[in-house]
C-alpha cells in the first residue's frame, strides 16, 4: 500500500489548511491515521478514521479544531485543520493500519503499517 500526503503549506496563525492522503488500495478492517512531528520532539498521533465506518477519532489536542473524514471512493483521507497555531508547526504523516478484525483505533505509531511521506504544516503567529 501506497500512500501519498498533500496539502502542507504555510499559513498565519487562525488559518486553515486542507491536507489530503490518497491510498493506492484500502482494505476491509482499515484504520488510516494522521500524526504529526515537530523539530526535538516525538511523533504524535493527531487523528485516525475507521475506513469502513467511517468513525473517527482526534486528539485532545486539536479536538475541535481539526477535523477528519474520508472519501472511499477515492480512497482518501483527509484532515481540514482550522485555527491553526503555531504549535502546530510540524510536518505531517498519514498512515494505515491494516487489521485482521474490528479493532479499536490504536494511537501508537508503531501499530501502523504504512506510511506516506511527510507534508510540511507553518504556521507563523
Known amino acids: 500500500v501506497q500512500l501519498q500526503a498533500s496539502g502542507g503549506g504555510s499559513v498565519q496563525a487562525g488559518g486553515s489548511l486542507r491536507l489530503s492522503c490518497a491510498a493506492s488500495?484500502?482494505?476491509?478492517?482499515?484504520?488510516m491515521g494522521w500524526f504529526r512531528q515537530a523539530p526535538g520532539k516525538e511523533r504524535e498521533f493527531v487523528g485516525a478514521?475507521?475506513?469502513?465506518?467511517?468513525?473517527?477519532s482526534t486528539a485532545d489536542s486539536v479536538r475541535g479544531r481539526f477535523t477528519i473524514s474520508r472519501d472511499p471512493a477515492k480512497d482518501t483521507m483527509f484532515l481540514q485543520m482550522s485555527n491553526l497555531k503555531p504549535e502546530d508547526t510540524a510536518i505531517y504523516y498519514c498512515?494505515?493500519?491494516?487489521?485482521?478484525?474490528?479493532?479499536?483505533?490504536?494511537?501508537?505509531?508503531?501499530?501502523?503499517?504504512?506510511w506516506g511521506r511527510g507534508t510540511q504544516v507553518t504556521v507563523s503567529s
Open positions: 478514521i475507521i475506513w469502513r465506518t467511517g468513525k473517527p
Open positions: 498512515a494505515a493500519r491494516a487489521n485482521s478484525r474490528p479493532t479499536p483505533i490504536s494511537r501508537l505509531s508503531s501499530d501502523y503499517h504504512y
Open positions: 488500495a484500502t482494505f476491509s478492517q482499515y484504520h
